[in-house]
Nanobody, 126 residues
């Protein structure tokens, strides 16, 4: 089965940047669409960014557009979320997710993904 491990979370001041990484193992990484989701306490898990299997297509939540960038390196089995101009509203646990091998395109809902990392905390102070 696919295993995902996020890293790079932490505490940052508003306006700052963070780079989240997700290392994948146990499957064929290039066969899986990848996504980043986040969940704040009391909130539903929400889509942040997604990327197609070949890395050509991406999608972003409106709140992330212009500030966040998702990318992947299939040779390294990693997906990255670069976050700039961070706001306190970005505070959440961020999760890396992978789709099943036959899922293609860019997907934006949690049910589109079968495998999830443990999450990494991002806290943005004002």
């Amino acid at each position: 089965q696919v295993q995902l491990v996020e890293s790079g979370g932490g505490l940052v001041q508003a306006g700052g940047s963070l780079r989240l990484s997700c290392a994948a193992s146990g499957g064929t990484f290039s066969r899986s669409i990848m996504g980043w989701f986040r969940q704040a306490p009391g909130n539903e898990r929400e889509f942040v960014a997604g990327i197609s299997r070949n890395g050509i297509s991406t999608s972003y939540a409106d709140s992330a557009k212009g500030r966040f960038t998702i990318s992947r390196d299939n040779a390294k089995n990693t997906v990255v979320l670069e976050m700039n101009s961070l706001k306190p509203e970005d505070t959440a646990v961020y999760y890396c997710a992978a789709g099943r091998a036959w899922v293609t395109g860019v997907r934006t809902t949690p049910t589109d993904y079968a495998y999830w990392g443990q999450g990494t905390q991002v806290t943005v102070s004002s």
